[in-house]
């Protein structure tokens, strides 16, 4: 994780200030884990997985999990 991160980032843009850097990793970060399929939990992404778990479990969760997705222009 950390080699993608890097190849991804600081080697291959160039950072007025160390918020415009933390802004892009961040940004990566959340694509990443977004789309990321894992092996561990049967080849679906984080996303999915709470999600899945959130219509077998409703007792565990106290809000619905979509609320806390970001829209494409938030």
């Known amino acids: 994780m950390n080699r993608n991160l890097k190849e991804a980032t600081v080697n291959s843009f160039h950072y007025a200030s160390h918020d415009e ?3 892009h990793v961040r940004a990566y970060l959340m694509a990443y884990n977004f789309a990321k399929r894992l092996k ?9 997985f709470i999600l899945n778990q959130w219509t077998i479990h409703l007792e565990y969760f106290i809000p619905n999990p979509n609320h806390f997705l970001l829209g494409l222009n938030n």
């Open 21 to 23: 850097l933390k802004q």
């Open 40 to 48: 561990g939990i049967k080849g679906k992404t984080p996303w999915q």
